[in-house]
């Protein structure tokens, strides 16, 4: 029996069925479906969807106890093309319904799929709640800082400037950072990755699905027909060294070709871009996945100041929602032997 920081007995753990021993390794064929896939060719969710495929089998769990669900756009296909339980719900609800699935089914591993238009527009709200409480599920957000389905209307995350159908001009109003939004809901696990980097992200899901609590990586996505090339700074062979930091436990926030470059903090707690050679490392920010200012302030670089920061910003440890709202119901269902009938009995019933 573990017990909560409030101090209630906290009974409902989750508790996911691994698969038996005599069961065999999983592949990624076996969280493949038969659907066929349908995206534009070459667009980024192709290799997000190869991505965790292979990475599901090595969470040893039973197929059907793994459950994805997806709100509306590009990215909520996804639940098509995974052989797990899936529901294709309704425009930026996802986090809502899968906030009933998790604090319901102890016995399921819950992830919601969702995009930067899904999420952060008319899910905004619930995008908040569910991160603010901590429910004990997984988001990945795709970010191309577009609207793909509808056909090429600026999203919340589109730069200042992005000419778009919706807005020919450009567009006068300032991105969501997805990363600093999740943050301000105190985001217990906050990461960021690329869709063609592979490596990285497999590190990042593992992670995720490591954290118990809401964890939320917010995947850099290319749209190539409506938003080509909108992160090609950060991927192209030629420039992400200078363009890209990658975030590391207890490291330096150095990059560059050579390292030769790092991040510090001046007198005014402001970052700017050193030399190390010139200030030597131990000057460095050293980033801490524990401490909410270091997550706050590599959040919040951005380019062409800033290098764009990749990896885990936040993991904290803090009781989830599910498992504090069960403590409340073991303990309510411990203390109250009211029937349904003893309520029907009480008094004289009046309808107006």
């Not at 669900?69 to 339980?85: Q, W």
């Not at 997984?138 to 793909?148: E, V």
């Not at 600026?154 to 939004?181: E, F, H, R, W």
């Not at 990755?193 to 917010?218: P, W, Y």
Request: some cysteine; proline content about 5%; hydrophobic content about 40%.
């Amino acid at each position: 029996m573990t017990t909560t920081d409030i101090g209630m007995p906290v009974s409902g753990l989750r508790s996911i069925p691994h698969l038996p021993d005599e069961a065999g390794k999983q592949t990624k064929r076996d969280f493949t479906s038969d659907q066929e896939v349908r995206w534009c060719p070459g667009c980024g969710d192709y290799v997000i969807l190869a991505a965790v495929q292979s990475f599901l089998p090595e969470l040893g769990l039973k197929r059907e106890n793994i459950v994805f669900v997806s709100g509306i756009g590009c990215s909520s296909r996804f639940p098509y093309y995974l052989d797990t339980y899936g529901m294709h719900s309704i425009h930026g609800r996802a986090p809502a319904i899968a906030t009933g699935l998790a604090t319901s089914r102890e016995d399921l591993s819950v992830w919601v799929v969702t995009g930067d238009g899904d999420a952060l527009s008319i899910g905004g709200n619930h995008f908040m709640h569910v991160i603010r409480r901590n429910v004990d599920l997984n988001i990945l957000m795709f970010n191309n800082q577009i609207y793909g389905l509808t056909k090429g209307q600026y999203s919340p995350t589109s730069p200042i400037g992005k000419k778009a159908k919706s807005t020919p001009m450009g567009s006068i109003d300032y991105p969501v950072d997805p990363i600093s939004l999740a943050l301000g809901a105190n985001a217990t696990f906050a990461a960021r990755t690329f869709d063609v980097n592979v490596q990285h992200l497999q590190a990042m899901l593992k992670r995720a699905a490591a954290h118990k609590g809401t964890s939320f990586i917010e995947i850099y996505q290319n749209c190539n027909i409506f938003n080509d090339n909108a992160f090609l700074h950060l991927t192209d062979k030629s420039t992400k060294a200078d363009n890209v930091i990658e975030l590391e436990h207890g490291k330096p926030l150095r990059f560059g070709k050579d390292l030769e470059k790092g991040i510090m903090l001046d007198g005014k707690l402001q970052p700017k871009v050193v030399m190390v050679a010139e200030v030597g490392e131990s000057a460095l920010l050293v980033h801490d996945e524990t401490n909410e200012l270091c997550a706050l302030v590599a959040s919040r670089l951005r380019a062409p100041e800033f290098p764009t920061p990749i990896g885990v910003f936040r993991c904290v440890e803090r009781e989830p929602y599910d498992h504090l709202l069960q403590a409340q119901i073991d303990k309510a269902s411990a203390t109250n032997t009211t029937t349904v009938q003893d309520l029907l009995d009480v008094g004289q019933w009046v309808v107006e």
